[in-house]
Structure formats: structure tokens, C-alpha cells
């Protein structure tokens, strides 16, 4: 059969299209290339379906990101306004299920694998997917749901206790991260071959290099895709194979680098490089997100998950032992060879030399030779939780309430404060004139009595300040006694209520006190009149004709004309 007659057929048959093309891309890329290389070509190559293949990439490349954003939207949650479009994936179960977890790293797995096998033997796709900005929803996806996987496996006691599922689920998200950062790296291997390609035209290498940069920046904006991504492909190689065939700004390209080397994700992986375990595995296996990567397990927890694991482990090596022994000795039960390994401290060597030379400890001759192990009564199923992460220290609010293990510690610190009381140090009473309890208290006069007293002044004590009984001299008789009772009582009833008079009043109080006491000595005598200083106008005569001019001044002015002509015609008269 030639290839044309059969490539022919299979496609009016409807054998063959791009999911089987890839699928079989997918099975035979690494064992048989050729292969594959062939199918390729007989599907790629037909120019009679060349708008059918585009279909079927294009549905393809949607397909893809509907998976990505549904896979994000189950593990992270939908937005508001988003659109779930169904897929081959139950929705996330309420308890935790590991066997879903596996079927959402299998399914992501296999998605990117399918597009890179896509992208890897037939180039005209990668265009396409540059249209739809598939490049630039990779590392975000590839952060958010890993991240959240990761958070999910965290400390579950399901990981311990199915360790096959958990192995499988840890070896699948290791593979499906590198299938993502393959991905990419086919982006950034299209825009060094379009660099090199056009050489000759600056106009189409500026975009390229535009592009480029811009696969950088949004790999920056995601750090631990951006560091795993710079172990695989080394991004300083990368810039200078673009420096040396385009004209790129070095300055951008170093900001890349600088930005990477500032990255804490970047710092461990070189810590990972300087122990030799730089390889794609072991750096996938070091993900985690930041606040799960600096938390620090107490050895407690530590010890308890290493007995778990160890004690599963013995188990599985003792069994492995009793087969071990009982191909070569069918006819021994399992419990004999159990009881044998036991004397023998498990050395499967010296048990089979015993039992051949008939050479047994004596106590295991008292033991039947096809005794059968009876394994322990398994446990009781334990009833589904909704809650099955860690466990809270209490089981109801009343015991939380109740809780007095800390009543002793807050006691103990109360008793010690209370030594250092300082009660008297801020004490708001602004005047303690009256408290006989506050200790040095100001004396209103230090010089004993009998001797001559000085002036003092006492900041405690401001009647003469406040009290408005003190204003003037002249309401004081000669014995000293206030000649208005009614205004010094209110004096002192203000001076005794008002915590803190006003300052401006307290100082017009004692300026006008002060100009009561200290009349000026000579006053001038304000003049009436403007004019010389002799005379001044103020004799009898003059004052005399100034009051009769201001008796008999008119309460009008004689001059407006409308109303004397008006006064004129009322009287009979002919106006001027």
C-alpha cells in the first residue's frame, strides 16, 4: 500500500486526527521517533485539510486554557462572573479525598503534555497560541494550583497512610511542573530562531526582542516559576545569545538578572546546586509556597511522622522476608518463618542455613512447621468528618471557655505590678492643697514664726489671681472688710468652682487691679477742638455761642432747592 493511498483512506475513514496524532506522539516520542516523525508528517503534510488541521489546533489550544482556568477554579475558586464550562473532572469534594487530588494532577498532567507534544512537531501552533496569549497564563497557573495542591497534601494523615497514592500524586505533580516549564521554554526558543531569522530586518527583530522581554516580565512576576524555570534553561545564556545576534537593551536584560538573583527561591536552589542535587526532580520536590516554607516542625512532630513511616516501612521488609524464605521452603507456614526471623534477629541468611542444617533454636521446635500467621484484628472504620486536618485543642467553645491554665501565669503577673504602683507620680488632681496624704507638699511660709517674713511664692496657691474680691481697693473699708458681700461671695464661689481659669482673664484682672493702684501722675486733658494749642477755644463766651449753634442748627439742609419750591407753592408763591 503506498503512504499516499493509505494516508488517503485513513482520513476518509476518520482514522486518524490531531488527538490521535498526539497521543501516539505521546507514547512512542522517546522510544521510537521515527515513528512518530512519520505519522507527523502524513497528517501535518496534507495540503488538501490544511483548514481542518487549523480547526482542530485552534480547538485545541481552547480546550487547553478551558482546563486550566476550570482546574484553577476548583482548587482556588471561581470568580463572580465566570463562565464553568463542564470537563472531564468532578468538582471538589467538601471532604478531603486523595483519590481526587490524583485525578486533578493527572489531568493537568496530561493536558500540558498534549500541548507541548503539539507545539514540539508542529511550529505554525505556537503562533497560534502566542494570538490567544496562552504564554502569559502559564506561570500564574502553574504557581496558584500547584501551590494550593501542595497546601492540600500538607500535613494529611491520608498521605501517611496510603503512601502508594501519595507517591504516584508527588511523581505526577513533578512531571506535569517540567511539562509546564518545557512549555514555555518553546516560546522562548520561537523568539531566538525569529531573531536569527531575520537578522537583516530591525523592524521585525524589535518585535521579537519586545517579545521576548515580555515572556521575562511576566515569568518575574511569578518567583518560584521564574527560578525553576532559570535551572532548567539558564536565562543569563539566554540573554546573551540575544545580545550577541539583536540589538537588545542590556539594561533590561540585567534588570532580569538582578531581579533573579534577589529572589529567595533562587538562594535555595543554589544551596540545592552546592549539594549535587541540582536535577529537575529534586528542585520540583523543594516547592512550596512561602509561608509553608519557613514554617519550622517541632521535633515532636518530627519524631511521630518518622515512627509512622518507619513502622510502615518494617512491616513491608518483613513481609517481603517471609516470601523471601517461603519460595525456597514452601512448605513451612508463614507464622513458623515469622517466629524463625524473630530468634534469628530478621537475618534471612542464618534462618535458611538453620533450617537447612536442622540446626533451630531449641524454643522453635515447639512450634508447629505450618503454623499459620493469624494477623491482628483490624481496626474499627472511623467515622467520616467533615473536618479531618489538624485537630483543634478543644472540642466545643465551653471547654475553651473554661480553660484556667493560664489564670496562674496572669495572676503571678499582676501581684508583681502591683509593687510598682505610681499612683501618686500621675495623679490628675491639678490643686492638692487639701489632701494631707500627698506627700511633700509645698508650705505656704518655710520662715518659722517670730522672724520677719520674705516674699514667697507658692505656684499651689493663686487668690489673689482668681479671687475677684481682690479687684480693687475702694471695695474695701478701712478694717478690711469686702463693702459688697454679695460680689465677693461670688468671687470666691468662681475661684473655688473653676478648675483652671482663662490666662487672658487672669491677666486683664491684674492689669486693671494694677491701674487702680497706679494712677498716672499727670493726666492730659483731652481737647474738644483742632487748632492751635493757645487758647485751645474753650473759654466761656466760646462755649456759649457752640451751644447755641448746635440749639438752633436746622435738622435738614438748606440747600436742596425741591423741597423749598415745594414749601414756596403749598404757601402761594412762584419759586425762583
Known amino acids: 500500500m503506498a503512504p499516499d493511498f493509505g494516508m488517503k483512506k485513513l482520513l476518509e475513514k476518520k482514522l486518524i486526527n490531531l488527538p490521535i496524532v498526539t497521543t501516539l506522539g505521546t507514547l512512542y516520542k522517546k522510544s521510537n521517533l521515527d515513528f512518530v516523525n512519520r505519522v507527523m508528517l502524513l497528517y501535518f503534510d496534507d495540503t488538501s485539510q490544511l483548514d481542518f488541521q487549523f480547526k482542530e489546533v485552534e480547538q485545541t489550544i481552547n480546550q487547553t486554557l478551558i482546563a486550566l482556568d476550570t482546574i484553577s477554579g476548583y482548587l482556588c475558586g471561581f470568580k463572580r462572573d465566570a463562565v464553568i464550562v463542564p470537563i472531564n473532572l468532578k468538582p471538589r469534594p467538601p471532604v478531603f479525598n486523595l483519590e481526587w487530588v490524583y485525578s486533578v494532577v493527572n489531568y493537568l498532567l496530561n493536558t500540558m503534555h498534549f500541548l507541548n507534544v503539539m507545539l514540539e512537531f508542529y511550529k505554525p501552533s505556537i503562533e497560534m497560541c502566542l494570538e490567544k496569549d496562552v504564554p502569559f497564563r502559564l506561570p500564574s497557573a502553574y504557581v496558584n494550583n500547584y501551590r494550593e495542591l501542595y ?314 489671681a482668681s479671687d475677684t474680691s481682690y479687684t480693687s481697693e475702694d471695695e474695701y473699708d478701712d478694717q478690711g472688710k469686702p463693702v459688697n458681700k454679695d460680689t465677693a461671695a461670688a468671687g470666691d464661689n468662681r ?27 499727670n493726666p492730659q486733658q483731652k481737647a474738644n477742638v483742632v487748632g492751635k494749642p493757645k487758647g485751645q477755644g474753650q473759654d466761656k463766651n466760646t462755649q456759649k455761642a457752640r451751644d447755641k449753634k448746635e440749639t438752633n442748627k436746622s435738622s435738614r439742609a438748606n440747600h436742596n432747592r425741591k423741597s423749598g419750591a415745594s414749601w414756596k407753592r403749598s404757601r402761594g408763591m412762584i419759586p425762583s
Not at 534471612?348 to 494477623?375: C, G, H, K, S, W
Not at 471547654?399 to 499582676?414: G, S
Not at 490666662?503 to 491684674?510: D, G, H, I, M, Q
Open 151 to 464: 497546601e492540600m497534601l500538607d500535613d494529611r494523615d491520608e498521605v501517611i497512610i496510603q503512601p502508594e497514592l501519595s507517591e504516584m500524586i508527588f511523581d505526577e505533580i513533578n512531571l506535569g511542573r517540567a511539562e509546564f516549564v518545557d512549555t514555555y521554554h518553546f516560546f522562548v526558543t520561537h523568539c531566538l530562531d525569529k531573531a536569527l531569522k531575520y537578522m537583516s530586518d530591525d523592524k521585525l527583530q524589535d518585535q521579537i526582542v519586545e517579545m521576548y522581554l515580555k515572556l521575562m516580565n511576566t515569568a518575574l512576576d511569578e518567583e518560584y516559576f521564574i527560578c525553576d524555570y532559570d535551572v532548567e534553561y539558564n536565562i543569563a545564556s539566554q540573554n546573551e545569545m540575544f545580545e550577541s545576534c539583536t540589538s537588545v537593551d542590556k539594561t533590561r536584560t540585567q534588570f532580569i538578572l538582578d531581579c533573579l538573583l534577589k529572589c529567595r527561591r533562587h538562594k535555595t536552589l543554589e544551596k540545592l546546586a552546592r549539594l549535587k542535587r541540582d536535577t529537575i526532580e529534586s528542585v520540583f520536590k523543594k516547592f512550596k509556597p512561602p509561608e509553608i516554607e519557613n514554617e519550622v516542625e517541632t521535633p515532636a512532630a518530627i519524631a511521630s511522622k518518622q515512627a509512622a513511616i518507619s513502622e510502615k516501612n518494617r512491616e513491608q521488609e518483613v513481609e517481603k522476608m517471609i516470601k523471601e524464605i517461603m519460595e525456597m521452603f514452601p512448605h513451612l507456614g508463614d507464622g513458623f518463618v515469622l517466629a524463625c526471623l524473630e530468634a534469628y534477629d530478621y537475618n534471612v541468611a542464618e534462618v535458611t542455613n538453620a533450617i537447612l542444617e536442622q540446626n533451630l533454636q531449641v524454643q522453635l521446635y515447639d512450634i508447629p512447621f505450618d503454623q499459620i500467621r493469624i494477623p491482628p484484628d483490624p481496626l474499627a472504620n472511623k467515622p467520616m468528618v467533615a473536618y479531618t486536618g489538624k485537630k483543634p485543642d478543644y472540642d466545643d467553645a465551653l471547654k475553651l471557655l473554661n480553660d484556667k491554665k493560664d489564670m496562674e501565669r496572669i495572676k503571678t503577673f499582676v501581684l508583681d505590678g502591683i509593687q510598682y504602683s505610681n499612683d501618686y507620680l500621675y495623679d490628675d488632681e491639678y490643686d492638692d492643697r487639701d489632701f494631707e496624704h500627698v506627700p511633700m507638699k509645698v508650705a505656704d511660709n518655710p520662715i518659722e514664726e517670730g522672724e520677719p517674713s520674705l516674699p514667697t511664692f507658692n505656684p499651689n496657691r493663686e487668690e489673689l
Open 495 to 521: 475661684s473655688k468652682m473653676n478648675f483652671c481659669e482663662d490666662p487672658a482673664v487672669l491677666r486683664e484682672r491684674r492689669e486693671q487691679r494694677f491701674r487702680s493702684k497706679h494712677p498716672p501722675k
